[in-house]
């Protein structure tokens, strides 16, 4: 009989544990970082539209899955079915408009959209035992898209803008605060006021149906992509960056922009 894919990935990983040095030192601690890595790189694939890398990195990712698992298994605390079995249950308690209960919920919405489907899970998610709708944003996330989870698990329960030329306004307003604060105050004041404009900048990404998160590392690669060209280009003219005035770096900069 002909092993499906995750059968097979489970039974090397089984192999590995046993037989390979590497393999068996491992832990859940010494996985995490990894882990991480291999998020990122997921996420780099996903912005560039490489489906064979986001394939070859899910399947990375899968195997951390797959290890932690197995890690688990090896101290009784659970397996890799109890995980599937995990999140096959959670996913049909919090669609009941697709797998409806024995009971209905009579404090949930009638599903006519996506907006309807997330605030009904957050109110069972409340049901299940979390004290507060924000509690499902991990601490460790990085600031950008911790403020965009935040934001859009605070829009389920109705607090937030109408418009969003009322959220520009806030971010208006962020913005003469900083300058206030910049002209008057202390570092620390100065930081907080940075903070907020950011918050506000990010939520009107939101009101834009922009990835604020995604949109910035755009930017960080189109700024190292023209940066390096211009490092390259300076190089051809046997100048030196660091010898160079801003007026010089600024000429070539411009060259490279009107050039795309």
């Not at 969003?164 to 910049?182: P, S």
Request: with cysteine.
């Amino acid at each position: 009989m002909v092993q499906n894919g995750f059968e097979r990935l489970v039974d090397i990983m089984n192999d590995l544990r046993e037989k390979c040095p590497w393999d068996k030192k491992q832990t859940i601690q010494s996985l995490r970082q990894m882990t991480l890595e291999e998020t990122y790189e997921l996420t780099d694939a996903i912005l560039e539209e490489d489906w064979n890398h986001i394939k070859e990195e899910l399947g990375d990712l899968l195997l951390h899955i797959v290890f932690y698992s197995k890690i688990a298994t090896e101290k009784e605390k659970f397996t890799i079915d109890d995980v599937a079995h995990g999140i096959s249950e959670k996913l049909i308690k919090r669609h009941p408009h697709v797998y409806p209960p024995a009971h209905q919920h009579t404090d949930l919405r009638e599903v006519k959209n996506e907006e309807d489907v997330k605030q009904n899970w957050e109110q069972l998610k409340l049901k299940e035992g979390k004290k507060s709708v924000l509690s499902g944003v991990p601490t460790s996330l990085p600031s950008i898209i911790k403020a965009m989870r935040l934001q859009e698990k605070a829009k389920q329960v109705g607090f937030e803008w109408e418009n969003k030329e009322d959220v520009w306004k806030k971010v208006e307003e962020e913005m003469d605060e900083l300058k206030e604060a910049v002209s008057q105050k202390s570092i620390v004041e100065q930081e907080e006021e940075l903070g907020d404009l950011l918050f506000s900048i990010i939520n009107y990404a939101r009101f834009l149906n922009v990835d604020a998160d995604a949109a910035l590392e755009r930017t960080n690669k189109k700024f190292k992509k023209r940066f390096t060209e211009m490092e390259s280009i300076a190089s051809q003219q046997g100048k030196n960056l660091n010898k160079m005035s801003l007026e010089e770096m600024d000429e070539i900069w411009d060259t490279i922009k009107a050039a795309k």
